[in-house]
Each structure stands twice: as C-alpha cells, then as structure tokens.
C-alpha cells in the first residue's frame, strides 16, 4: 500500500506501506483511488504544529 510520509517538516516521501490485513466482520475493505491532504496536516509539513511527531503518515480517503 502506497502512503505519503512526512519524514520531518519539509520532506515528504512516497512510500510502500504494509498490505492491509483481511477486514474483521463489521468491517470493509476498500481501494482508495484518491487522497487529500487537509489544512492540519499543511501545517504540519511547514513545521508549525509542535505537538507533532515526525515521521507521521499524511492525507484523508475521500
């Protein structure tokens, strides 16, 4: 599974994650075909969000 990783303020990486694991009964599994990347996670990658910790796994599935 693909994934964007903010490595430290600045510096994203396209990376391959982990295949996800079968889903449980009350879930699904789904393929997402698209990302966005939202206001929170814009500050995080100019280095104005110090409670965060980096690297960390950016983007929301629509």
């Not at 990486?13 to 996670?41: F, K, M, N, Q, Y």
Request: hydrophobic share 35%; aromatic share 8%; with cysteine.
């Amino acid at each position: 599974m693909k994934q964007v990783v903010l490595e430290q303020p600045g510096r994203l990486v396209l990376a391959d994650g982990p295949p996800p694991g079968p889903p449980g009964p009350d879930e699904a599994l789904v393929r997402v075909r698209s990302v966005g990347v939202c206001g929170t996670d814009f500050h995080a990658f100019k280095g104005d969000q110090p409670f965060f910790t980096y690297p960390r796994i950016l983007g929301h599935e629509l």
